[in-house]
């Protein structure tokens, strides 16, 4: 019998959505007609079988943790999708939401026993051992998480503490051991796996045993990212944007799954007690989830690390082949991620770190720019000529900018045109500009600006403020202010009277 293949769910702080994620990824394999089981390792807080429609079951992991003898398929409960069973967890009382070392060490050498093809394992947040030797075994490792600054830190946290305690489970185990002393020179206490081959580095020559033992255990680590409760384009941007600076710091492959949209949808199918992809199949968060699910099945559970590059390219992030153009939009798009107040830099970089990123970006850029030193410079990293552009899958680019896409043909525009909000997205996107840059220019919070291209009125504040914002985003695009006034801010008013008749 094949064993099963097994794809762990890991949010390292709560409220990320990562029980959803891990529940409706269960239900759409089953819909495709694979044996799936699902089981519910958040121990002390499991809500696993909320997701799939289910009451309190009558059998948990309490019984397995409670028998020496019991088998964990003993413990399958039937859900009402075809094909997909479910092993709930158990929060009370407190030895089962707090098992033994060598409980769960049962429960891992039993999961690979299971009838199955897929197991998906919603896994606890934190930084526990047992979570982290969960998510190490799995064949599909994601960690999932959201736009806000907490969330993302920890997911940087538990990422490097995945590596140390993988490099634990081994003879390697001493790289990592240091002082108190020691550990505060890293973010967040807790060293990445770059910092840890510096370390050895100095300690080893480069053919060392221990070294070459250890980049293998850096191309083996390769957790993928999901990024839930996306409620804009720059949320989803966000992702890849994470993916990328966690590959450059940690020296290991961080892949980008993609996102799932903000969508009301989830809550009123939690709150029915029914799954997702089953009450709303046609919501946006529903089509998320498929593709996320579909790009996993596809992902190769031997996946090749490739270390990220240190040439100027790949500091800013393009080709070699990039014109001047595109190496000026990544230079600004790339400084806005690596900027001091980015969401993306939290726990990742310390400020004296993160000066020394910003010089090496500034110097690869003027490089870069001027002919005569980048000539030299392609000479010198390219001596028999310059490579084609590389051509990787979608899912796992991490550390290269994506190719530039074609510009939307821009809407006409006259006396009588009337200014919406996707009229204005169009015009923006038409100049080949994102809300970032709106933002720099404005001053005006993505969030607005995302608000009033949406028309998402009820996050708007008062009428004298949207007045205000309109203004400085149509000067932003060069358009007849007053004639934007003049359209959009009827939309706003009806929109607002409407609400509050309601």
């Not at 970089?349 to 720019?369: C, E, F, G, I, P």
Request: net charge neutral; hydrophobic share 40%.
């Amino acid at each position: 019998m094949a064993k099963p293949r097994v794809i762990a769910i890991a949010g390292a702080k709560g409220g990320t959505g990562k029980s959803m994620v891990a529940a409706n990824i269960g239900v759409f394999l089953a819909t495709l007609g694979k044996k799936v089981v699902l089981i519910d390792a958040a121990f002390g807080c499991p809500t696993l079988h909320s997701f799939v429609g289910m009451s309190e079951p009558s059998r948990t992991l309490a019984g397995f943790f409670a028998s020496d003898t019991a088998q964990l398929a003993e413990f399958l409960c039937p859900t009402l999708i075809t094909n997909l069973r479910i092993i709930t967890g158990e929060a009370d009382p407190a030895w089962a939401a707090n098992p033994r070392i060598e409980q769960v060490e049962r429960l891992r050498g039993q999961i690979r026993k299971l009838e199955a093809d897929y197991v998906v394992l919603d896994l606890s947040p934190g930084t526990q051992e047992n979570v982290l030797d969960l998510f190490l075994d799995a064949d599909n490792a994601i960690v999932v998480t959201t736009a806000e600054p907490t969330a993302v830190e920890m997911s940087y946290r538990f990422i490097k503490a995945s590596f140390v305690r993988k490099l634990r489970r081994t003879e390697l185990g001493h790289l990592s051991k240091m002082s108190v002393e020691e550990a505060r020179e890293f973010e967040g206490g807790i060293p990445a796996p770059s910092d840890i081959l510096a370390r050895s580095l100095a300690r080893y020559e480069e053919g060392a045993e221990e070294v070459v033992a250890l980049r293998e255990h850096m191309k083996a680590l390769v957790p993928h990212l999901v990024l839930n409760l996306a409620r804009s384009k720059g949320d989803m941007e966000l992702g890849k944007d994470i993916s990328s600076a966690a590959t450059r710091r940690f020296g290991v492959s961080v892949p980008y799954l993609g996102h799932v949209e903000y969508d009301d949808a989830v809550w009123v199918s939690l709150r029915r007690r029914r799954p997702l992809l089953v009450e709303h199949p046609e919501s946006r968060a529903s089509k998320c989830v498929e593709k996320l699910t579909r790009r996993i099945i596809g992902l190769d559970s031997a996946h090749k690390h490739t270390p990220p590059g240190n040439s100027l390219y790949d500091l800013i992030e393009v080709e070699p082949t990039a014109s001047e153009e595109t190496i000026r939009r990544a230079h600004r798009r790339i400084r806005q991620v690596y900027a001091l107040d980015s969401v993306v830099v939290g726990g990742l970089y310390r400020n004296s770190r993160l000066d020394s990123l910003q010089r090496k970006l500034d110097d690869a850029y003027v490089t870069l720019m001027d002919p005569a030193k980048r000539r030299a410079n392609d000479l010198l990293l390219f001596p028999d000529g310059i490579p084609s552009p590389r051509v990787e899958p979608a899912t796992l680019v991490v550390g290269a900018a994506p190719a530039p896409e074609e510009r939307p043909s821009r809407p006409r525009v006259d006396e009588t045109t009337v200014y919406s909000g996707q009229v204005l997205r169009e015009l923006r996107e038409a100049k080949g500009l994102d809300l970032r840059e709106i933002a720099d220019r404005s001053k005006i919070g993505i969030g607005y600006l995302s608000a009033i291209e949406e028309e998402n009125y009820a996050e708007l504040p008062a009428l004298v403020y949207v007045r205000g914002f309109v203004v400085e985003y149509a000067k932003a695009l060069h358009l007849d202010v007053e004639r934007v006034l003049d359209t959009y801010l009827p939309r706003f008013r009806a929109a607002r009277q409407e609400s509050v008749a309601e």
